[in-house]
């Protein structure tokens, strides 16, 4: 099965780190991973979004001529997914809904920490659009911006801890981790608040294996 993981956002450091968490989760599968160098550095809000879709669309005819069998948009706030989806030759998938469904079947609500305030708009229309309004208990911003999140640090982790604590207040029992840049940081997290972190890149990777099927 060969994977293949674009990163809508032009930042080549994340994909890296994006492909390292693909293959740690599904080390069976042939994971590819592209950046979208035509995309901006990172994709905080509906307009960076909007800017990055142009560029997935055009990496979809190297895709198909790759014989890639699934297709994972590697950014939180599924970038472009339904225009990707009908476009591409094969199953398409974002992060942030493999994480949500997943972390619905958990049980009890969940809550999704992201990076922006920019980017709760978008997140929240995606709750919806997938059908767990009921079982989210809301989107909540970090305040740190994507890089930010993706170069980690003690303060980094600090700050995503009191927003998950937050998260756990408004009654969430698990968290989805609402950035592609999250992903090194879900044991740590976890360790520290005790409550379940869902990853959407490692999931993606079991969902679109369990799709194949």
Avoid at 90 to 102: E, F
Avoid at 158 to 187: E, F, Y
Wanted: hydrophobic share 50%.
């Amino acid at each position: 099965m060969r994977l293949l993981y674009i990163n809508p956002n032009a930042t080549v450091a994340m994909t890296n780190s994006i492909m390292a968490t693909a293959r740690a989760a599904a080390p069976e599968t042939e994971i590819l991973g592209w950046t979208n160098h035509d995309g901006p550095p990172a994709i905080q809000g509906a307009a960076d979004g909007e800017a990055a879709v142009v560029g997935l669309l055009g990496m979809l005819p190297r895709a198909k001529a790759e014989q890639v069998d699934a297709i994972v948009i590697a950014c939180f706030d599924d970038t472009g997914l339904d225009r990707v989806r009908h476009a591409a030759h094969c199953p398409v998938i974002g992060i942030g809904q493999a994480a949500m469904s997943v972390a619905a079947l958990h049980g009890g609500a969940f809550g999704i920490v992201t990076t922006l305030d920019v980017s709760v708009p978008v997140i929240a229309a995606n709750v919806d659009a997938y059908g767990h309004n009921a079982a989210c208990a809301g989107v909540f911003a970090s305040g740190l911006p994507v890089l930010a999140v993706e170069a980690g640090g003690t303060a980094v982790e600090d700050q995503l801890v009191s927003t998950i604590a937050t998260a756990q207040s408004a009654g969430a029992k698990a968290v989805v981790l609402g950035c592609a840049g999250m992903s090194g940081l879900k044991t740590a997290l976890e360790t520290r608040t005790g409550l379940p972190c869902i990853d959407g890149v490692a999931t993606s990777a079991v969902v679109a294996r369990a799709m194949l099927l």
